[in-house]
């Protein structure tokens, strides 16, 4: 940041006492000659310093604005083609369609041929994409230590154990493989209702074999970044070979690995194009090192068989919902930090959960807690659970019953 320069020394007025009336006069005319001059000074400055301050205002404006704008809508990657007079020529990736569009006179400066950006459903430029704050940051999520433990996860020990297998053992015993002369299972699937633990499972295989865990999750392949699905996938692959031991982790993936349908729109197009590069990157997969991968689904149903074909997704794991013992081990997971009462049986409570997922429970937890504390205790009772249900049970959001929306798929 740069400085501002010091500010004019505060005038002083020497009088000697030996000086007679006409030099004293004399100096105090010169004193005030110099507070003049040091008050104009001072005034300028201010005047600099009132319309830097109304520049900045401008600016934190504008960055406001487009703050605003990125968070509100979703937006399109586009290139520049070329400036001309009348607004910039871009290309929208994906469709390739091209439009002329305006430029704020601050883009206008900014902006060169050749530059990504995002737009808007209106073809208007957003923002300008430098390669650092490129999609790439904003699509995956890096955890290079993340802290779940196959001891968080409850319910599911029989899918822990495959997915060990599965993950696990290449990762750490890549020799054994090796010796014996078989390839390990190339990409593991997770399958079932939502919040059953799929990305703990994940998460956890990279926190146990010390590996860096990478996740992409497919619907914002297909939602966020428009045209830029393919080579983020080209991207995911590069990092984790960067970051190796790493643990590749799609969520959703049946967003960019949907069965083939015969439209022919351009959006389908792109996310033909992001699952070809998804399917090329596995086929490539062998000398790839000490990455594994492992996707996650809802819909199983809906999987292009493509994608299931040996040598890519060829490990499926279902993830199911736990029964009564499950749901016991999550709720005593989930309050191991909470002051939890005698008259609290997690095997009596655990019965009546019928439906309910992992991530319900927990939810149900933090709800029995709040009950607590709006009751001004520190200690959470059996009544705090049955009222957490009740509550659960007759808002909107969950448990996610087999009858419900849900039930329209497999699960
Ligand atoms: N088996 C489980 N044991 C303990 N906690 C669980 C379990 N399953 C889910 N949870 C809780 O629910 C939260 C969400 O789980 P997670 O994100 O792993 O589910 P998911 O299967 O990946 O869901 P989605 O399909 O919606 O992405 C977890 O952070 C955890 O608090």
Redo the contacts with the bound molecule.
Sequence with gaps: MSRSPSLPDRPRLDLDPDMNEAERLEALRKHFERIVQVNDELDDRLDEAQSRRADLREEVDELKRRNEALKTASLYIATVEELTEDGAVIKQHGNNQEVLTDLSPQLEDELEAGDRVAINDSFSVQTVLDDETDARAQAMEVDADPEVTYD?????DEQVREVREAVEDPLINADAFREVGIQPPSGVLLH?P???????LAKAVANETDATFIKMAGSELVRKFIGEGARLVRDLFDLAGEREPAVIFI?EIDAVAAKRTDSKTSGDAEVQRTMMQLLSEMDGFDDRGEVRIIA?T?RFDMLDDAILRPGRFDRLIE?PK?GPEGRER?LD??TADMAVADDVDFADIAEDLDDY???DI?ALTTEAGMFAIRDERTTVRRADFEDAREKIETSNEGPVFNDGEFGRYQY
């Design positions: 968080d996860i409850g319910g599911i079932g939502p919040g059953t633990g799929k990305t703990m969520d996650a809802n993830v736990p999550i997971i989930h997922s992992g991530a927990a």
